[in-house]
């Protein structure tokens, strides 16, 4: 992966990282999933963004550079995963909500559970993240030139196939149209509105 492909606002690397694999090797062994459901997340304009606010130690990857990672604990429960894109100094960060296992399959049904489908593995942030076995010692892990946890370009995605939603469970700025996915994959999240959403408009 190249990170001029990256270095842009979230919203535009959103759908171009569909397709792409994200690989984690850990003692345990190595999972690589293809990334089929993404959703963007800018900073100050974006209400729905941790990064809104302003930089705080939680955030501070989110502002750059272009190309790494950003871990976050979800509702104390769940790890989930951010390839932060744009310019150095600028918040913007693309979260990676599902995939399909394209390596390792046998390690990540040991993490997420042997009766787990095999489209169901990695379907969610904080299953993907599980499967992958990627936890807050990844925060900030160089994607490009790191060793622990990369991301490179997998198969083509025929651009016909990438669909934009609203973004999933957020209460702010729900609808705006910055989730991307892959029509069809069985992999890719259900839509649910946050019971907490009010209407808004996108800047």
Known sequence: MNVDVLAHPAEEVAPKLLGSVLTCKTPEGTVSIAITETEAYSGAADPASHAYRGRTPRNAVMFGPAGHLYVYRSHG????????T???GTASAVLIRAGRVVAGEDLARKRRGE???????????GNLCQALGITAEHNAADLLTGTSVVLSEGEPVTTALI???PRVGVSKAH??????????????TAYRLSPRARP???A
Not at 177 to 186: C, E, N, S, W
């Open 163 to 165: 669909q934009a939603g």
């Open 86 to 88: 744009g310019t150095d």
């Open 77 to 84: 429960l769940h790890w989930c995963a951010n390839v932060v």
């Open 200 to 202: 808004t408009t996108e």
């Open 115 to 125: 009766r787990v489908e095999s489209a169901r593995l990695a379907r969610g942030p």
């Open 175 to 188: 609808d705006w149209q910055h989730r991307f996915y892959l029509a069809g994959d069985p992999t890719v």
